[in-house]
């Protein structure tokens, strides 16, 4: 174990914005054993403060699903894959026309546009936030992922019914466990491609590497990793794609494992 790479809600921090203080002593020993720590996550760099102040994390975080690296020691984006505005627009006609009543959002490397009917009680944006019709311009920014939302129904449906017609043009997934919305990014990006470019530059190989998650957004990076663990309360794809799973998130799931692999790297 060289590396561990962990997704962060559901996985590790729950919806109360807390992370226990078990898993930060996993994190603090296994760093403190040599062994590097990337965190890989849905996220966009705006909203990093659970890792940056309950983890005290001042490395990398790979953001956006894969779209952004960033580094948290210099506030600093020092990677990032876009979407252009045709494929925007063209995903945009499609889902629109394949789903009732869509709306949409836009992360950029400036900042979240939001078009009016995007958020809701569940939708609500964390931070500051950009309202109005989502324009040609907010290209020139750097667009790295695209929302879409229902109001209505569940994000499996969604997905199953979109996919299909969109998978060809832009990257879909979707983490967010209680409403009907999908993450679009760049095609051929996800977690697995950014976090393998990461660990290629440190030397490390899949092999050497411990992955956790539990959406269909980490799907990728559980099957590249070598030891890749779902957690036991994630979304069922994610516990299909992974070889492992570890305890339910409730159960610092994510702590029990890194304590019993740095038990065993003790022991060898």
């Known amino acids: 174990m060289r590396l561990i790479a962990s997704d962060i809600d559901g996985t590790i921090l729950g919806h109360d914005g807390k992370i226990s203080d078990r898993t930060v002593e996993a994190f603090a020993a296994a760093a403190a054993a040599g062994v590097d720590i990337v965190f890989v996550t849905g996220r966009p760099p705006r909203w990093l403060d659970p ?71 569940r939708t609500a944006a964390s931070g500051e936030y950009f309202p109005g019709i989502l324009t040609p311009d907010m290209a020139d920014s750097g667009i790295v992922k695209m929302l879409a939302v229902l109001h209505h129904g569940t994000a499996d449906e969604f997905m199953e019914l979109v996919s299909p017609a969109i998978g060809s043009l832009i990257a879909v997934t ?11 990014g760049p095609l051929g990006v996800n977690k697995a491609v950014t976090l393998a470019k990461y660990a290629a530059a440190r030397g490390i190989d899949a092999t050497d590497v411990v992955a956790f998650g539990d959406m269909p957004n980490d799907i990728e990076m559980l099957a590249w990793a070598g030891s890749g663990y779902a957690m036991a309360s994630g979304h069922p794809d994610a516990l299909a794609a992974a070889a492992l799973q570890a305890p339910r998130f409730e159960s610092d799931g994510v702590a029990q494992v890194i304590e019993s692999r740095l038990a065993a790297l003790r022991l060898a």
């Not at 876009?82 to 709306?103: F, K």
């Not at 979707?174 to 993450?183: D, G, I, K």
Request: charged share 15%; proline share 4%.
């Open 51 to 121: 890792i940056r102040d309950q983890i005290g994390h001042t490395g990398t975080v790979i953001c956006s699903n894969g779209a952004v690296s960033y580094d948290l020691a210099t506030e600093h984006v020092t990677e990032s894959h876009v979407l252009d505005w045709d494929t925007v627009a063209q995903v945009r006609s499609i889902v629109s026309g394949l789903a009732p009543e869509p709306y949409f959002a836009l992360e950029s490397l400036q900042g979240f546009h939001v078009e009016e009917g995007f958020l809701t009680a």
């Open 174 to 184: 979707h983490s967010a466990p209680t409403m009907a919305m999908l993450e679009m």
